[in-house]
Structures are given as structure tokens and as C-alpha cells.
């Protein structure tokens, strides 16, 4: 396999990917509540392809505040997830090599902190924990302990308390008469093929 950056192509691919690992219940995760409607952050949404170029994993980071420091500023960061790998190629070191590489781009363009929502004994690897994040809250239900950091600046969550909150920017909004229009003909030609 081999690490990519997603491109416009491999949405369908991603999206259908994650319907299978994860199901509807993503939808309703507090993690969502910060994506929806958002782009990923510039660059970081990455892609495992297979040796035909078929997507078998997906990771994006979001820009995120991470509530105010104690001067009332705005703490920066990144959310990371959704995390995903085919089930056809568990265990063959691809979550890790996506996570690797998104954390390595992300300090790469400077960003100074990244958060996420995952198990710790399985983020812990790659330097993630729960010790600057405890008074940090989601937009909706969450487990404590499941919510995690790491820094990759010294520093970047000192501080940081309060609400995580989306910052990134908004991604285009389709214009609801255009997707009618294309459904109504696609069922036309279904139609008349049938």
C-alpha cells in the first residue's frame, strides 16, 4: 500500500469506506458535530491505496479550537479522525502508517497541537494521551478519558480549558435544484434502461 493525499476522486471511494467500517453511528459521534459542513484542513486528508490505486484507508485533521488558554486566547489545533481501514486489510500496519504520516504533514506546516477521540492503549503509540486535555469539553456526549492530545510544538495545549469548537473553513453547499435535477435524470436514463 502507499500513503496518498485524498483528491476529489476518491470522495465516493472514502465515504462508502467508512459506511462499512463505521456505519451510521458516525454520524451521530461529537466528533461530527465539528466536521459537518467543513473542509479537512489544507492538506491534511490523506488516502491508503492498494497496488490498483483502490482506496483501503482514510484519514483527515480539521481546524479546531482547543477552547481559550488562560489569557483568554484561542488555542489552535487540529482534530484528527475519522480513522479507517478495510476490514480486508486489517492488520497490516495501515491505521499506523496513516497516522504516522498525517502527524508528520501536521507539524510539517506548522500546526502546534492535535486532538482526537479514539482508545487510548491504541493512540498512546504514537504520543497521544489525556494529560492537557482534561479541561477541554466536545460540542456533545463523550468519554472522558477517550479524549486525547498530542502536542507538536512544547507547549501548544498549556493551558487550554473550555469548548472545542470548529474553526476551519465551510465547504461549499450543493444547490439543492442542481442535485434534483441530476437525480430526476438519473432516474430517467435508470428507467429507460430498464
Known sequence: FTIDRENAGD?????????????????????????RGRLPAEGLALVARDA???????????????GVDADGNAVPALLLG???????????????????????????RGHGAVLLVGDPEYYERFGFS??????????GPFER????????IAGALDGARGMIAPTGPLAATPD??????QACSADRRRRAGA
Open 11 to 35: 470522495v465516493v471511494a472514502r465515504e462508502r469506506l467508512l459506511d462499512r467500517v463505521m456505519g451510521e453511528a458516525r454520524f451521530r459521534k461529537s466528533s461530527e458535530k465539528l466536521r
Open 52 to 66: 490498483d490505486g483502490h482506496v483501503i484507508g482514510t484519514v483527515r485533521l480539521w481546524n479546531v479550537e482547543a
Open 82 to 108: 475519522p480513522l479507517a481501514v478495510d476490514c480486508q486489510h486489517e492488520g497490516r500496519g495501515i491505521g499506523g502508517a496513516l497516522m504516522r504520516a498525517a502527524i508528520t504533514e501536521a507539524r510539517d
Open 130 to 139: 489525556g494529560h492537557k486535555t482534561g479541561a477541554l469539553w466536545m460540542p
Open 145 to 152: 478519558r477517550r479524549l486525547l492530545g498530542r502536542e507538536l
Open 176 to 181: 439543492l435544484n442542481v442535485l434534483v435535477r
